[in-house]
Nanobody, 124 residues
């Protein structure tokens, strides 16, 4: 019921916008987390936005470059990624947690939903 999309190949310094869309659930009721996993590395928290009050949080590696936002009309959460570098190359996943205002970036939490992932490759 979560669909992550928007990944692709981008040059260093470029931008991408990822989308996490939902069917059958109202994303406004859910905190939405973005995680990423690069080959051979553990899953890493990227950003999250809380349910209803939209408090946001960012991982240290992306703070100042990535922006998370919510479009309630489209039932979608976006991750705007700017000034990308090769270290951002990974599969990006979104996850949903019901009625959580203060979201946390802990990949082992038992989230209600996970999206299938979208690949981001940053390379020249």
């Amino acid at each position: 019921q979560l669909q992550a999309s928007g990944g692709g190949l981008v040059q260093p310094g470029g931008s991408l916008r990822l989308s996490c869309a939902a069917s059958g659930i109202n994303l406004d009721d859910y905190a939405i987390m973005w995680y990423r996993q690069a080959p051979g590395k553990e899953r890493e928290g990227v950003s999250c936005i809380g349910s209803r009050d939209d408090r946001t949080k960012y991982g240290e590696a992306v703070r100042g470059r990535f922006t998370i936002s919510r479009d309630s009309a489209k039932n979608t959460v976006y991750l705007q990624m700017d000034n990308l570098n090769p270290e951002d190359t990974a599969i990006y996943y979104c996850a949903a947690d019901l009625y959580v205002a203060a979201c946390m970036l802990v990949p082992t939490l038992p989230y209600d939903y996970w999206g299938q992932g979208t690949l981001v490759t940053v390379s020249s």
